[in-house]
């Protein structure tokens, strides 16, 4: 009966969700659009970030690495079950979140951490053996990782906004990103995360080690 609800909600969010611009998507409706953006050259390059910037961009960069192995990890432990479909529109968003990233660490000239090796492995890790201890412990991890993102985000949404020339493209890009990631923090709720054994205790330890990894990511 539970399930039932859960999949009911995320059909409703999945008409209310905004397009999102990434040509990994594979909709018949973005398809030709993404044809036509590979003929186009590539923007060019930007000068040198600030270091407000440089910090932003590579520390979001690992993050949305992080996220979309997270989902990769979730998605081999639970893909061919009952919560396969939600799981993989969340780490769909994730890979244009990455691949966004990618293109504005590319374009700004940041460094990317020197973590990504291991921020890779520890994310697949923590995805799939949140999964192997049930769907609503995965969805617990879903909840712990997408509010410490969601805050994270509206930090730097408030940092660009008080810097003297702040981005827009930035701005836009990370208020875009909040939102989607909200929404997959409500569908980790909606999906029975608060059922979770432990749920105070798994959390509580993701998010820790999320803001560890986001402090050590801005840095280094
Ligand atoms: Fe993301
Ligand atoms: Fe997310």
Known sequence: MYRKACASSVQLMHISMPT????RTTSSSTTTAT??????PPPPLRPRANA??????????AGELGADRIYAGQMAILGSGPMGKTIEHMWEQEKCHRAQFEELIRRHRVRPTIMTPIWNVAAFALGA????LGEKAAMACTVAVETVIVEHYNDQLRQIMESPNPDK??????????????EHHDTGIDCGAEQ???YKAITEVIKFGCKTAINISKKI
């Open 20 to 23: 999102i611009r990434c040509n």
């Open 35 to 40: 044809h036509k953006e590979q003929s186009a």
């Open 52 to 61: 407000l910037t440089d910090e932003i961009i590579r520390v979001d960069h």
């Open 129 to 132: 053996g949140t999964a192997l």
């Open 169 to 182: 493209e930035l701005l836009e890009t990370i208020t875009k990103f909040r939102d989607e990631e909200q």
């Open 196 to 198: 979770a054994p432990f």
